[in-house]
C-alpha cells in the first residue's frame, strides 16, 4: 500500500462539449495553483466577519486598486493574520480557500501561509504548522482539491527568525508525522517579504539546509525515488533588490544560489536575454500573477519597447488602465519558458484563478493551446503525486480535443 492509498483528490473528468459555446470553458480546464499566499486568498466576507466577531477594525478594501508599492496593503494582509485566533478561524480559511479553487477548475493548491505572524497564539511555529497540515487535510477531503503547504521566510524579519523557521520545517520533514493524507505536508520553502535590500544571496545558506544542492531537479520530470521532499520555490524578480542588483540578476540567484525549481513571478527576467536562456535551459517554471503584476504596477501599459535586452530598467511605470495593458507572459512563453498561471493574493488584488485564465485569452491573447500548456505546466511542477498528475494532464489533453475549433 502506498502512502498516497487514503488520497480523496478529485479525479472528476471534463464535460466541455457545449456546441452553444463558441470557446472552451476554462473553468472545465484542469488546473493547480502555486502561487497562492494563503491569508492572501481569504475571502473578503470572511475578513470582515472575524473582524466583527474578534472587535477589530475593519482595514480598507484594496480590491482592483492600483499600488505604487507593498505598504499599501500590508493593512489589510496584517489583518488577515490578525483575524486567526481560534483553530476554527484555520480549518475555515483552508476549506474556503479549497473551495474557491475547486470552483475554479484546480485540481491541486500550494499554498503558503504567513505562519509565523499568529504562530504565537496557536503554541508556536510547530504546533500551528501541524495545525494548519490537519486543516488542509480536512479541506482536501471535503472538496477533493489536493493541497500542499509552502513554508516560507519573511526576508524583513531577519535571519535568526528565518532560521528558526527553517528548523522547524526541518524537523517536520524528518519527523515525518506532519502529512496530509499520508503525504508530507510541506512541499516547497519560499521566500517572500519586500525585496529591495534583501536579495537571493543572504538567503543561501538557509536554503541549502532546507533543500539541499544535491536535491535540485534540473527538470520537472523527476522520478519518485529522486524528487526532493521540499522544493525551493522563492519570490524574485517582482521589483529589483537594489541598485546594484536589478531583477532579472535577483531571478539568476534565485536559480544559482537558492537552487529553484520554480520562481514566484520572475518576470523581470524578461530584461536580459541570458536570464531567460538560463530559465529555459534549467526547465524553471515561472509562477506568473497577471493582475498581481499590473495593479503593483510592475510593468507599464504596452511597454514592450523596454522588455527586451535592457537589464537596467526595472523601475514600475503607470499601469492604470484596466483594459489595456502589456505584460510579458506571452513573450514568455513564445520563448519556451514554462509558465503557470496563479491569482497571489485575491483577497488584496479582487482576481481568481479562473479569471486570470480569461485575462490571459481575453487580454493577452493567448491561445487556448497556450492556455492549456500553462495549465499544464502547473500540475507538472506542482508537487502532487506523479499518477494523479498524469492522469489531470491527460484530462486536459481531452479539454483541448473536446472544444470548439
Given at each position: 500500500e502506498t502512502p498516497t492509498s487514503s488520497m480523496t483528490i478529485s479525479t472528476a473528468t471534463t464535460n466541455n462539449n457545449d456546441n452553444t459555446s463558441t470557446r472552451r470553458d476554462l473553468q472545465c480546464l484542469l488546473k493547480a495553483e502555486l502561487h497562492l499566499h494563503l491569508e492572501g486568498a481569504m475571502r473578503r466576507s470572511t475578513l470582515e466577519e472575524l473582524c466583527r466577531?474578534?472587535?477589530?477594525?475593519?482595514?480598507?478594501?484594496?480590491?482592483?486598486?492600483?499600488?505604487?508599492?507593498?505598504?499599501?496593503?500590508?493593512?489589510?494582509?496584517?489583518?488577515?493574520?490578525?483575524?486567526?485566533?481560534?483553530?476554527?478561524?484555520?480549518?475555515?480559511?483552508?476549506?474556503?480557500?479549497?473551495?474557491?479553487?475547486?470552483?475554479?477548475?484546480?485540481?491541486?493548491?500550494?499554498?503558503?501561509?504567513?505562519?509565523?505572524?499568529?504562530?504565537?497564539?496557536?503554541?508556536?511555529?510547530?504546533?500551528?504548522?501541524?495545525?494548519?497540515?490537519?486543516?488542509?487535510?480536512?479541506?482536501?477531503?471535503?472538496?477533493?482539491?489536493?493541497?500542499?503547504?509552502?513554508?516560507?521566510?519573511?526576508?524583513?524579519?531577519?535571519?535568526?527568525?528565518?532560521?528558526?523557521?527553517?528548523?522547524?520545517?526541518?524537523?517536520?520533514?524528518?519527523?515525518?508525522?506532519?502529512?496530509?493524507?499520508?503525504?508530507?505536508?510541506?512541499?516547497?520553502?519560499?521566500?517572500?517579504?519586500?525585496?529591495?535590500?534583501?536579495?537571493?544571496?543572504?538567503?543561501?545558506?538557509?536554503?541549502?539546509?532546507?533543500?539541499?544542492?544535491?536535491?535540485?531537479?534540473?527538470?520537472a520530470a523527476v522520478d519518485k525515488d529522486s524528487a526532493p521532499t521540499i522544493i525551493s520555490v522563492p519570490h524574485a524578480g517582482e521589483y529589483a533588490p537594489s541598485t546594484q542588483v536589478s531583477g532579472a540578476q535577483s531571478v539568476l540567484d534565485a536559480m544559482e544560489l537558492l537552487h529553484a525549481r520554480r520562481i514566484a513571478h520572475g518576470v523581470l527576467a524578461i530584461h536580459n536575454d541570458a536570464v531567460l536562456e538560463t530559465i529555459r535551459k534549467k526547465q524553471v517554471c515561472l509562477d506568473v500573477c497577471v493582475t498581481s503584476n499590473r495593479l503593483l504596477k510592475v510593468f507599464g501599459d504596452k511597454d514592450r519597447s523596454n522588455s527586451q535586452n535592457n537589464d537596467n530598467n526595472d523601475n514600475p511605470h503607470d499601469s492604470s488602465s484596466s483594459s489595456d495593458f502589456y505584460h510579458p507572459l506571452p513573450e514568455l512563453l513564445q520563448r519556451g519558458i514554462r509558465c503557470s498561471i496563479n491569482s497571489d493574493d485575491p483577497l488584496l488584488f479582487g482576481c481568481t484563478l479562473l479569471g486570470e485564465y480569461e485575462l490571459c485569452r481575453s487580454h493577452l491573447g493567448l491561445s487556448d493551446a497556450q492556455l492549456a500548456r500553462c495549465a499544464k505546466t502547473s500540475i507538472q511542477y506542482s508537487c502532487a503525486p506523479l499518477d494523479f498528475q498524469a492522469r489531470w494532464m491527460a484530462q486536459i489533453d481531452e479539454w483541448m480535443v473536446d472544444g470548439p475549433d
Amino acid at each position: 500500500e502506498t502512502p498516497t492509498s487514503s488520497m480523496t483528490i478529485s479525479t472528476a473528468t471534463t464535460n466541455n462539449n457545449d456546441n452553444t459555446s463558441t470557446r472552451r470553458d476554462l473553468q472545465c480546464l484542469l488546473k493547480a495553483e502555486l502561487h497562492l499566499h494563503l491569508e492572501g486568498a481569504m475571502r473578503r466576507s470572511t475578513l470582515e466577519e472575524l473582524c466583527r466577531k474578534y472587535h477589530l477594525d475593519v482595514p480598507p478594501d484594496t480590491r482592483h486598486q492600483t499600488f505604487d508599492d507593498f505598504s499599501a496593503f500590508v493593512q489589510v494582509y496584517v489583518k488577515s493574520c490578525e483575524v486567526l485566533r481560534e483553530p476554527s478561524d484555520v480549518e475555515r480559511l483552508l476549506l474556503e480557500v479549497a473551495q474557491d479553487a475547486q470552483s475554479y477548475g484546480a485540481v491541486w493548491i500550494e499554498v503558503a501561509p504567513s505562519l509565523t505572524f499568529y504562530a504565537p497564539r496557536f503554541g508556536g511555529l510547530a504546533a500551528t504548522l501541524q495545525l494548519l497540515a490537519t486543516a488542509a487535510e480536512k479541506a482536501e477531503t471535503a472538496t477533493g482539491v489536493g493541497i500542499g503547504l509552502v513554508i516560507s521566510v519573511e526576508r524583513h524579519l531577519g535571519l535568526p527568525a528565518a532560521e528558526t523557521l527553517a528548523q522547524v520545517t526541518v524537523e517536520a520533514a524528518a519527523a515525518a508525522t506532519t502529512t496530509i493524507h499520508g503525504r508530507p505536508a510541506v512541499v516547497g520553502f519560499g521566500l517572500h517579504g519586500p525585496e529591495q535590500g534583501f536579495p537571493p544571496a543572504q538567503f543561501q545558506t538557509l536554503f541549502e539546509k532546507v533543500v539541499g544542492q544535491g536535491l535540485r531537479p534540473e527538470s520537472a520530470a523527476v522520478d519518485k525515488d529522486s524528487a526532493p521532499t521540499i522544493i525551493s520555490v522563492p519570490h524574485a524578480g517582482e521589483y529589483a533588490p537594489s541598485t546594484q542588483v536589478s531583477g532579472a540578476q535577483s531571478v539568476l540567484d534565485a536559480m544559482e544560489l537558492l537552487h529553484a525549481r520554480r520562481i514566484a513571478h520572475g518576470v523581470l527576467a524578461i530584461h536580459n536575454d541570458a536570464v531567460l536562456e538560463t530559465i529555459r535551459k534549467k526547465q524553471v517554471c515561472l509562477d506568473v500573477c497577471v493582475t498581481s503584476n499590473r495593479l503593483l504596477k510592475v510593468f507599464g501599459d504596452k511597454d514592450r519597447s523596454n522588455s527586451q535586452n535592457n537589464d537596467n530598467n526595472d523601475n514600475p511605470h503607470d499601469s492604470s488602465s484596466s483594459s489595456d495593458f502589456y505584460h510579458p507572459l506571452p513573450e514568455l512563453l513564445q520563448r519556451g519558458i514554462r509558465c503557470s498561471i496563479n491569482s497571489d493574493d485575491p483577497l488584496l488584488f479582487g482576481c481568481t484563478l479562473l479569471g486570470e485564465y480569461e485575462l490571459c485569452r481575453s487580454h493577452l491573447g493567448l491561445s487556448d493551446a497556450q492556455l492549456a500548456r500553462c495549465a499544464k505546466t502547473s500540475i507538472q511542477y506542482s508537487c502532487a503525486p506523479l499518477d494523479f498528475q498524469a492522469r489531470w494532464m491527460a484530462q486536459i489533453d481531452e479539454w483541448m480535443v473536446d472544444g470548439p475549433d
